[in-house]
């Protein structure tokens, strides 16, 4: 089944050249000139991925950004930023408020689509168990992209879970924060490691009481240890 991409791009022949190259590519394609009339459209179909410009004549793209990550419904749209804004604070802010990856103009169309293939890819999940039981009460749902405990469903960003499912698909292994900022936003080289940490925080808070099994390995990163309690040093007597 081919996959939709939705391009929001207030510059006509930007938007119909990105348009026909998508689909060339062999993907589904609507393209919007206002982010309102886009988030009307997403009543109607949530797509594969979203192609988002920053600077649009009724919302800015940061403002969209924000708005599709704070809805449960939307979070998990994979969002590719396009924009000539090149100022690293806009790339870095772009990333933090959720982007999949940030694009400057002008850009070329191969690696604009390979970035697009690879944030498909990530999106996919690729993993041979559909739910993992860490615990009776604990639990991920990779199908649903969703954690739940004690049967109640835990109220995680896109990039949370991004992270426990990382850590947990190879639990004990330690993760560098460039490893993991590798696994959220591929391979863009913007250094913003502080990141991960704030985001590691948010996803102990709300996994506590399980909080202790996400590991912080000083000076290099994370780990997953589902047997922490046991690995502890006894106190000395």
């Not at 600077?55 to 969002?79: F, N, Q, S, Y």
């Not at 502080?194 to 399980?210: E, F, G, M, T």
């Amino acid at each position: 089944m081919q996959k939709m991409i939705y391009i929001l791009e207030d510059e006509a022949d930007i938007l119909e050249l990105l348009s026909l190259q998508l689909s060339n590519a062999g993907f589904r394609t609507r393209g919007f000139m206002r982010a309102e009339a886009m988030l009307y459209s997403l009543n109607q179909e949530i797509p594969d991925l979203i192609v988002l410009d920053l600077m649009l004549p009724d919302l800015d793209g940061l403002e969209v950004c924000k708005r599709l990550k704070e809805t449960p419904a939307l979070e998990r749209i994979p969002v590719v930023m396009l924009t000539a804004r090149i100022n690293i604070e806009d790339r870095i802010k772009g990333l933090d408020y959720g982007a999949d990856d940030y694009i400057t103009k002008p850009f070329d169309s191969k690696e604009l689509l390979a970035r697009i293939n690879a944030v498909l890819r990530r999106s996919g999940w690729e993993t041979e168990k559909n739910v993992l039981l860490i615990t009776p009460e604990f639990k991920l749902d990779f199908n649903r992209f969703e954690v739940f405990m004690k049967n109640k469903r835990l109220d995680l960003t896109l990039t949370e879970f991004k992270i426990l499912q990382l850590l947990t698909k190879r639990p004990g292994w330690v993760y560098s924060r460039s490893q993991i900022l590798d696994h959220l936003w591929g391979t863009d080289k913007i250094v913003i490691e502080r990141s991960v940490d704030v985001h590691v925080k948010n996803l102990r808070d709300k996994i506590a009481p399980y909080d202790k099994m996400v590991v912080n390995v000083r000076g290099v990163g994370y780990k997953f240890d589902p047997d922490w309690e046991r690995n502890v040093p006894p106190a000395d007597a």
